[in-house]
């Protein structure tokens, strides 16, 4: 199946392609002229253009500039007649497929169509191939939560399954979605994503299943939705739980029947797409407020994937940290190489509300700001969660083991254990340990008596 357009100013050209070509089963639009034509390709997909080289308005030659420009895997087939066969084969030259005189050969036009529309597949193919290898993002852990995820996309990526993603702001959702697109049947094909919370209630509808000119106010034009656009591939629900109730109806029954109308047409669609659900919202929550249809929760929820939080997970924090440094490293000149254990231990403990994303903006600004080869505790306290960090959350194990003492009993039991440190270390020699305290041997004597220290020979 694909979908033709003719654009062509004799009506008798125009029906006579559209038959052969319905024959054929494509599915064919026509316009008479480019003005028509362009607005055609903005509001329908578009596989193939069978263009005549002179039309009224805007020139042939025109008009294929423009959807080389702005379409540049579609093709399109000149037509022309004896006259301005020059134009036609100028026309080739600006990357038209190819051209055929008039009188037309029904057996050539098709034959050509039937090539031109395999060479738009291919162009297609390796668009998206080319654009799911350079968005390629490794998904990085090895927690036991990280590794049930990777286990259940391996699992159900090669299915139809629809799936729902479940977890915190910036924890890896779409990171997730992505993978499962990519791992599947349909990576060669369109990965379209759409925020719901984004998209005001009124517009939601029209921007998922597209509208009719005139449809309501503000629809200028003609245009299709991203249902449409993902036909084939993969549409990515993001933030769902945001999409309002009628809008819910209506992607209910798509996923039931595969089908829609365009808000204002009563012609039905027909699409093929798998869909991948994600919220960062308590969805039962949103059931039980009666936010959310709890049919459509059933429907999208065939497998379920939770990412934990970042602190669900600390040990993927130093994989993930040496991850996005290798990156920065990649893009741009930056000199550190990694975090000094002590800084490794704030960042740990720091609870990362923001998750990855805030993990990886965090890991971006040290290092674009520092010129430290490792970076130190202090420049790490400085730029985590600038805005958030709460001193108490930073926990110091000498800290916590004085914090609650009042300050002479800090300060007492510090002096002890600095001291018996210092004697051990020099094997009871009180003379060396004073020295390496910088007091005389007869302060140290006394010490020793005040805090009852024992000395070992
Ligand atoms: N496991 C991971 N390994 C590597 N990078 C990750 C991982 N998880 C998340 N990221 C990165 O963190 C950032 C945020 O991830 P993503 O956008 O997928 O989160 P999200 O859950 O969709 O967030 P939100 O709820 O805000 O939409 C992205 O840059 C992503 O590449
Ligand atoms: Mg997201």
Redesign the pocket.
Known sequence: MANILVIDDEPGIRTVLRDIFEDESYRVYDAGDGIQGLEMLASEIIHLVVLDVWLPNIGGIDVLKKIKEEYPEIEVIIISGHANIDLAVKAVKFGAFDFLEKPLSLDKILTLARNAIAMNALKTENKQLKSTVLAE?????ESEP?KLIKKTINQSAGSEAKILIT?D???????VARDIHRKSQRSTRAFIEVNCAAIPDTLIESELFGHEKGAFTGALSKRKGKFESADGGTLFL?EVADMSLSAQAKVLRVIQEMRFERVGSEETQKVDVRIIA?T?KDIKQEIADGNFREDLYFRLNVVPIH?PTMSERKEDIPL?IE?FIEEMHKSENISASGFSPAALDAIIEYRWPGN??EL?NFVERVTIMSEEDVISVETALKFLGSNDVKPEKISNPLIDKFSKMKLTEARDEFERMLLLHKLEENEYNITRAAQSLGIYPSNLHGKIKKFDIEIKK
């Open positions: 993002e490794k998904m990085i852990g990280i977890g702001n910036g924890t890896g959702k779409e990171l993001d994600a960062n990412v993930l991850h990855v994303r990886k």
